[in-house]
C-alpha cells in the first residue's frame, strides 16, 4: 500500500493539450516535492512546496499544495515531447514517502 | 548532471552472490540516501547516512547493508541475492541530515540478479 496515491498512473496527450496530475494521501505532510524521471535516469527535483495552499510556477508547470498538506496537484500548460517522462510526488513525514509515478507521453 | 555518481551502471550477478555499489555525492553534501526502484513497489527508501553516521533506516533488509567513508563516498552491499532484488538502486545526496532537505539523485544503478 502507497502512502502517496497519484493519479492517473498513465497520460498520453497530443502537443499543446493541458494537463493535471494529482498526489493524494490521507497523511499530513510537512512539505512535499515533485520530481521528473526520464528512462535510466536519476529523479529530477522540480519543486519543493511546504506551506498549505502554496502554489508554485516554473515555467509552464504549476504546483499546488493542499491546504491540509496532504495532497499535491501538477499541472502542465501547452505540453511539449519534451515534458514526456514519469513524474513522481515524494511527501516528507519522518522520511521520504514516494508515489508510484504518472508516467505522461506528449505526442508531437 | 546532478554532480552525484554512481558506479557500476549496470550489473548482473546470480542468486546467492553479495555485490557492492558505490556512490560519491555532490561536492559539499554530507548526507547520502540510498533507493530501490522496482517496477512493483516503485521508489523505496532504504538507508541515509551523514558526515559517515547512519541516520535514518528505511525498507531495507538484513541481507543489505551500507557505509559511508572519511571521504564521504558510500557503498550499498548486497548479499545472498534473490531474484527479487533486480532493480534500480538510486544514490541520493543533501547538504545536511534532515531527511527533508532536497535530495539530488545519481543516475542509478541498475542490478539484474538471474
Known amino acids: 500500500t502507497q502512502l502517496l496515491e497519484q493519479s492517473p498512473q498513465f497520460l498520453s496527450i497530443q502537443e499543446g493539450e493541458n494537463l493535471t496530475v494529482y498526489c493524494n494521501s490521507s497523511s499530513v505532510f510537512s512539505s512535499l516535492q515533485w520530481y521528473r524521471q526520464e528512462p535510466g535516469e536519476g529523479p529530477v527535483l522540480l519543486v519543493t512546496?511546504?506551506?498549505?495552499?502554496e502554489v508554485k510556477k516554473l515555467k509552464r508547470l504549476t504546483f499546488q499544495f493542499g491546504d491540509a498538506r496532504k495532497d499535491s496537484s501538477l499541472h502542465i500548460t501547452a505540453a511539449q515531447p519534451g515534458d514526456t517522462g514519469l513524474y513522481l510526488c515524494a511527501g516528507f513525514y519522518n522520511k521520504f514517502y514516494f508515489g508510484s509515478g504518472t508516467k505522461l507521453n506528449v505526442k508531437p | 548532471d546532478s554532480g552525484v555518481t554512481q558506479t557500476p551502471k549496470h550489473l548482473i550477478t546470480a542468486t546467492g552472490q553479495r555485490v557492492t555499489l558505490r556512490c560519491s555525492p555532490r561536492s559539499g553534501d554530507l548526507s547520502v540516501y540510498w533507493y530501490q526502484q522496482s517496477l512493483d513497489q516503485g521508489l523505496q527508501f532504504l538507508i541515509q547516512?551523514?558526515?559517515?553516521?547512519?541516520?535514518a533506516k528505511g525498507n531495507i533488509l538484513e541481507r543489505f547493508s551500507a557505509q559511508q567513508f572519511p571521504d564521504l563516498h558510500s557503498e550499498l552491499n548486497l548479499s545472498s541475492l534473490e531474484l527479487g532484488d533486480s532493480a534500480l538502486y538510486f544514490c541520493?545526496?543533501?547538504?545536511?541530515?534532515?531527511?527533508?532537505?532536497?535530495?539530488?539523485f545519481g543516475p542509478g544503478t541498475r542490478l539484474t540478479v538471474t
Open positions: 547516512y551523514y558526515n559517515g553516521e547512519e541516520r
Open positions: 541520493a545526496s543533501s547538504v545536511g541530515s534532515r531527511l527533508s532537505y532536497e535530495q539530488y
Open positions: 512546496v511546504v506551506t498549505g495552499g
